[in-house]
């Protein structure tokens, strides 16, 4: 059974352009999360979803950033008008129920010039 | 908001060694999780705990719900070079519906 994956695994890109990250997640788990890890720090935690329900976006830095989830299986998490200080990798994650143990992919690296 | 402070923030030590490590929050949890990250890797989940009081072992590893629900512990026995990384302890308060990352604890060991 694959695990998640994610694509790209690089992304360049100018100060204000768009950027979309996907993540495809193991199959059968209802609960996708996305984290912001900054160099050298810990995950930030971006939004998650359970199901079809609606997602907790309360931990998005800004409305810049928006993320869906199709069907309820792939994400995407949108960033808008990229600034410098979003370049980070960005990980996916997702388990069987929400609060399970989250098994991650191998993340985006984002970089903003 | 919440944080999971763990300590030490960093730790080199020789081949063979044991090693211990902590978090801590401010907020009661009802699961901890401790995960291992390689440099450009996803944190890979090492042990799950559910219960306060519980002591869980996975090979070399030990890890321990304390009992206070507010802190957990992790220890590695007789480390090898591959145990190398950063160890994150993480999981949701019992309160809320987010799910937080301890700050991390990055090891290196000196053959």
């Known amino acids: 059974g694959a695990g998640v994956s994610q694509s790209p695994s690089n992304k360049v890109t100018e100060k204000g352009k768009d950027v979309e990250l996907r993540c495809d997640p193991i199959s059968g788990h209802t609960a996708l999360y996305w984290y912001r890890q900054s160099l050298g720090q810990g995950l930030e935690f971006l939004i998650y979803?359970?199901?079809?329900?609606?997602?907790?976006k309360s931990g998005l830095p800004s409305d810049r950033f928006s993320a869906e989830r199709t069907g309820g299986s792939v994400s995407t998490l949108t960033i808008q008008r990229t600034q410098q200080e979003d370049s980070a990798v960005y990980l996916c994650?997702?388990?069987?129920?929400?609060?399970?143990?989250?098994?991650f992919g191998p993340g985006t690296r984002l970089t903003v010039l | 908001g919440q944080q999971l402070n763990q300590s030490p923030q960093s730790m080199f030590i020789q081949e063979g060694e044991d090693v211990s490590m902590n978090c801590t929050s401010s907020s009661i949890f009802n699961t901890w999780l401790w995960y291992k990250q390689d440099p450009g890797e996803g944190p890979v989940l090492l042990i799950a705990?559910?219960?306060?009081?519980e002591l869980t072992s996975n090979g070399r590893l030990t890890a321990q719900f304390g009992i206070t629900r507010k802190d957990s512990f992790l220890n590695i026995s007789a480390s090898i070079p591959s145990d190398v990384g950063i160890y994150f302890c993480a999981g949701p308060p019992n309160t809320g519906n987010q799910f937080y990352f301890g700050t991390g604890t990055s090891l290196t060991v000196i053959p």
């Open positions: 994650a997702s388990s069987r129920e929400i609060y399970n143990e989250q098994f």
């Open positions: 979803f359970q199901g079809n329900s609606a997602p907790d």
């Open positions: 705990l559910y219960k306060a009081g």
